[in-house]
């Protein structure tokens, strides 16, 4: 069955915007899709006087509706300041795009899933939250219930991956259910710790690995 994209659609699928990498980024982010297992990362370039959005780039590992998401909605937020950014939401992207077939609107949800926690990540490590609430435990899964469980496809909380977490001053420590050398053993401690280190009062970030 092909799904009826639009001409604007399979433009930023083949010839897609803003991809890459920004080295030493003043943010990022990277996004898993519980509905599909597909990832998204974003990084930011932002002034810091102005807080306007000087560069964006995303790296996806997703269908043909992630990579043309993450394409328009890093061009819109491109010169945006972080405040507009954040106005943006899965419906910017769709309607910017001609439209979406409904079964691919939570590609587009990832997309600014990626973008809105980039600038949150931003917010947390520049003094800029409103509200600074305390990293607790129900913080910390919030965060890794968007981390995909490689051999699953799905949240790494769900799957019970994550065996127990413990915050304690300002150190959150993650029990992993994976021998310390399975082959995604890293691969899941760095996702968890680039979700859990930007936190503003985390200062430190433990993967423990508990299978033998
Ligand atoms: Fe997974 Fe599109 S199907 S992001």
């Known amino acids: 069955m092909s799904l009826p994209y639009t001409k604007k659609v399979l433009d930023h699928f083949m010839h897609p915007h803003n991809v890459g990498k920004i080295e030493n980024p003043d943010a990022s982010a990277t996004e898993g899709s519980p509905a599909c297992g597909d990832m998204v990362k974003l990084y930011l370039k932002v002034n810091e006087k102005t807080q306007i959005i000087e560069d964006i780039k995303f790296e996806s590992y997703g269908c043909a509706s ?24 899965w419906k910017s992207a769709a309607d910017a795009l001609g439209g979406l077939p409904a079964v691919k609107v939570h590609c587009a949800v990832l997309a600014v899933d990626a973008l809105r926690t980039a600038i949150e990540n931003y917010e947390h490590q520049h003094g800029l939250l409103k509200e600074k609430t305390p990293t607790t435990r129900t913080v910390v899964l919030r965060r890794l219930s968007k981390v995909i ?7 790494v909380v769900k799957t019970k991956l994550v065996k127990k977490v413990e915050v304690e001053n300002h150190k959150v420590t993650v029990y992993v259910e994976l021998p310390s050398d399975h082959q995604f053993a890293n691969n899941v401690r760095n996702e968890i710790e680039e979700r859990i280190e930007p936190l503003w009062d985390v200062n430190q970030v433990k993967v423990i690995f508990t299978k033998q």
């Open 149 to 155: 469980n490689p051999l699953a496809g799905l949240d």
């Open 66 to 89: 992630n990579i043309a998401t993450g394409s328009i909605i890093t061009d819109l937020a491109r010169g945006k300041t972080l405040e507009e950014a954040k106005t943006l939401n």
